[in-house]
T-cell receptor, first 114, second 116 residues
Framework: AQSVTQLGSHVSVSEGALVLLRCNYSSSVPPYLFWYVQYPNQGLQLLLKYTSAATLVKGINGFEAEFKKSETSFHLTKPSAHMSDAAEYFCAVSDLGSGYALNFGKGTSLLVTP | KAGVTQTPRYLIKTRGQQVTLSCSPISGHRSVSWYQQTPGQGLQFLFEYFSETQRNKGNFPGRFSGRQFSNSRSEMNVSTLELGDSALYLC???????????????FGPGTRLLVL
């Protein structure tokens, strides 16, 4: 069965610092991988999606993620954090076993300090 | 193009009642998926509808049901509400033919249900 583990339920960075949010997955078949962001009282917004093309995926708002099959990881990064990046971030996996439904991690709350 | 809309945005019910939530997908989208978000269990998949048929179902009891209309709008119903059903219910729409998250899913703002 597929699963997603997000390391660190809370991450704090200074404005301008590197953002690194960790995600490890398990899947018995080639997966689709996603990062979503959720701002307070809002739905989910897709940041980026891996679909077995390039292993380095660029998303919106300067975010990118690298698919590493050997490490079963899909970590999210951004070179320089902005105050507006403060939000909840969810990693998700989707594969044939789940009928391609999204299986989400528990989420990481990103705090950006001045 | 208008995004996914969900109504109502907030709802308060008491145990034992039933509730119906509505989701209108983006124009042209034929697939609607529903997810439940709670602090304890996180985001969990409920079901997916495509062309008025349930295409996929998560691991929820039969009290949770849904349907889709010919205009792709979807409703989900929860009968005999329990305290644990308090959650944010999110729907997501996509074009539809490929199924699930193989196509980009666009989420609505959610309906927050409180069961007292």
């Amino acid at each position: 069965a597929q699963s997603v583990t997000q390391l660190g339920s809370h991450v704090s960075v200074s404005e301008g610092a590197l953002v690194l949010l960790r995600c490890n997955y398990s899947s018995s078949v080639p997966p689709y991988l996603f990062w979503y962001v959720q701002y307070p009282n809002q739905g989910l917004q897709l940041l980026l999606k891996y679909t077995s093309a390039a292993t380095l995926v660029k998303g919106i708002n300067g975010f990118e993620a690298e698919f590493k099959k050997s490490e079963t990881s899909f970590h999210l990064t951004k070179p320089s954090a902005h105050m507006s990046d403060a939000a909840e971030y969810f990693c998700a996996v989707s594969d044939l076993g789940s009928g391609y439904a999204l299986n989400f991690g528990k989420g990481t709350s990103l705090l950006v300090t001045p | 193009k208008a995004g996914v809309t969900q109504t109502p945005r907030y709802l308060i019910k008491t145990r034992g009642q039933q509730v119906t939530l509505s989701c209108s997908p983006i124009s042209g989208h034929r697939s609607v998926s529903w997810y439940q978000q709670t602090p304890g269990q996180g985001l969990q998949f409920l079901f997916e509808y495509f062309s008025e048929t349930q295409r996929n179902k998560g691991n929820f009891p039969g009290r949770f049901s849904g349907r889709q209309f010919s205009n792709s709008r979807s409703e989900m119903n929860v009968s005999t509400l329990e305290l644990g059903d308090s959650a944010l219910y999110l729907c997501a729409s996509s074009l539809g033919p490929a199924g699930g998250a193989r196509e980009t899913q666009y989420f609505g703002p959610g309906t927050r249900l409180l069961v007292l």
